[in-house]
């Protein structure tokens, strides 16, 4: 069950790459970048780091190119000692 809450929060997270993306190019309103931080923060960082991969989006930025692969660092780190207490 947490594993199929985790799996379908990293899509959507995903989605919202994709979101902000397509809001850029028609120049309409944008997803501001601590939000998208805030959600990646939220255990979302793996659909977030996905998304700007497959949609190429935010991959110029040095914030997300090293800052979100640093949030799944951090997660899976924490997830693992989790799992061996």
Sequence with gaps: M????FVLWNVLTA???LLDKRR????AWRIQERTIFLVAICFG????WAGMYLFR?????KAFLYGIPLV???QVA???WILNK
Excluded at 2 to 5: C, D, F, M, N, R
Excluded at 24 to 27: H, N, T
Excluded at 45 to 48: E, F, H, K, S
Aim: with cysteine; aromatic share 0%; net charge positive.
């Design 45 to 48: 960082a793996v659909g977030i």
């Design 72 to 74: 799944v660092g951090c």
């Design 78 to 80: 924490g997830a693992i």
């Design 2 to 5: 947490i594993i199929a809450a």
């Design 15 to 17: 989605s919202l790459m």
């Design 24 to 27: 850029a190019r028609k120049g």
């Design 57 to 61: 989006h935010k991959i110029r930025h």
